[in-house]
């Protein structure tokens, strides 16, 4: 039997919705990224005689040598992977706690029963933007269903635009900072190939000087370009695989919710006769 009962609505998750400045996770990720290639990488230890402009010692004395732009690229790939951890836990919270995809069987069976109250009881269960979505949709059917001056279509449109507008209040905190890990992906190819053309210019100045004195400098050059061609293209591998697991998730919390909406709409439809 259909539960008319209207209960109040619980208050919005309050766990984490994400970082809206993430201007500052940028800065600090510079911060971070410049202090590890001056002060660990650059650390003398690292370089034959204890110079840093001499000959590298090891593995971190030859990425330092990848000049300035190493910080640049060391910057990106801290931000992103700050983002990413950012991102897993907002997600998280958005996509409540129970299972996803048993969740949207669940309600949809309760809302195709008319068992709002057992629908309500799963949406505080589940909490998180799907279950925010759901009891909007919900107190909107129910709203409309006790209006008798309003025509059915008008009705299942309102019950529709709640859906949409819920909707939208929540896509924000599911796609926060996610154009900024897009921009890095492409960001860390081109900071790569800016430090290429660095190094290479520099291993050319050292051949158009001539003689084996200048070997030094086409060493560092080449160095140089290989380091950040290298570093780069690791932190576009890593955006990339951010970007699109986010994505990815994001996209089954957008199908669950217009899998709910669709049903609660179609429900109002086939159990309503009026006009």
Not at 112 to 131: H, P, W, Y
Request: net charge neutral; proline share 2%; with cysteine.
């Amino acid at each position: 039997m259909a539960t008319t009962t209207k209960a109040a609505a619980p208050a919005k998750n309050s766990g984490f919705q994400g970082v809206k400045a993430a201007w500052i996770i940028l800065v600090i990720c510079a911060i971070a990224g410049y202090s590890v290639w001056y002060f660990i990488m650059g650390n003398p230890d690292n370089f034959v005689g204890g110079d840093r402009s001499g000959h590298p010692a090891n593995l971190l004395g030859t990425v330092y040598k990848g000049g300035f732009v190493v910080g640049l690229i060391l910057t990106l790939l801290f931000t992103v992977i700050c983002l990413g951890i950012e991102r897993f836990f907002a997600i998280k919270t958005a996509s409540g706690k129970m299972n996803l995809a048993k969740f949207t069987a669940q309600v949809k069976a309760a809302i195709k029963a008319q068992n709002f109250d057992e629908a309500r009881s799963l949406c505080n269960k589940m909490q998180g933007s799907v279950a925010n979505v759901v009891l909007a949709s919900i107190n909107m059917y129910q709203t409309v269903e006790g209006d008798t001056m309003m025509k059915k279509a008008a009705k299942i449109a309102k019950i529709q635009q709640a859906h949409e507008e819920a909707t939208q209040l929540e896509m924000p905190t599911l796609q926060m900072n996610m154009p900024m890990v897009a921009t890095i992906v492409s960001l860390g190819t081109l900071t790569a190939l800016f430090g290429t053309v660095l190094g290479m210019i520099g291993s050319f100045q050292a051949l158009s000087a001539g003689g084996g004195a200048d070997s030094m400098a086409l060493s560092a050059g080449i160095s140089e370009a290989l380091v950040n061609t290298a570093s780069g293209i690791l932190t576009s591998w890593v955006a990339t695989v951010v970007y699109n697991f986010f994505s990815n998730k994001i996209d089954k919390l957008t199908y669950a919710l217009d899998e709910i909406g669709y049903t609660i709409a179609a429900t109002y439809d086939s159990n309503h006769n009026e006009a």
